[in-house]
């Protein structure tokens, strides 16, 4: 069974950052494309950031591009995103996510609160 696990959310100022952290439990992380995704309140869940297996590619949504960088550790089963020069937009829960053959994401996190204040 496979499990991700967010961390490292909370309530900063415009401006600040944070690091969010997701840890994946299992041998397989290594195998999987990892993705972090947000929905801010009545609003769908959008991409943020995805990374390959490597490390080496990364991609990012246009919103967030050049303030937020994945990057990801296989030897601790972990994925980062570090988010920088926050806005009040980025406010949202933030979810990590694991695609197994790139094609969806098959596993999921429960999220981690971002919130933003202007």
């Known amino acids: 069974q496979v499990q991700l696990v967010e961390s490292g959310g909370g309530l900063v100022q415009a401006g600040g950052s944070l690091r969010l952290s997701c840890a994946v439990s299992g041998r397989t992380f290594p195998s999987f494309l990892m993705g972090w995704f947000r929905q801010a309140p009545g609003k769908e869940r959008e991409f943020v950031a995805s990374?390959?297996?490597?490390?080496?590619?990364?991609d990012y949504a246009d919103s967030v591009k050049d303030r937020f960088t994945i990057s990801r550790d296989n030897a601790k089963n972990t994925v980062y995103l570090q988010m920088n020069s926050l806005k009040p937009e980025d406010t949202a829960v933030y979810s990590c996510?694991?695609?197994?053959?790139?094609?969806?994401?098959?596993?999921w996190g429960q999220g981690t609160q971002v919130t933003v204040s202007s």
């Open positions: 990374i390959n297996r490597s490390g080496r590619s990364t």
């Open positions: 996510a694991a695609s197994r053959y790139n094609t969806r994401y098959d596993y």
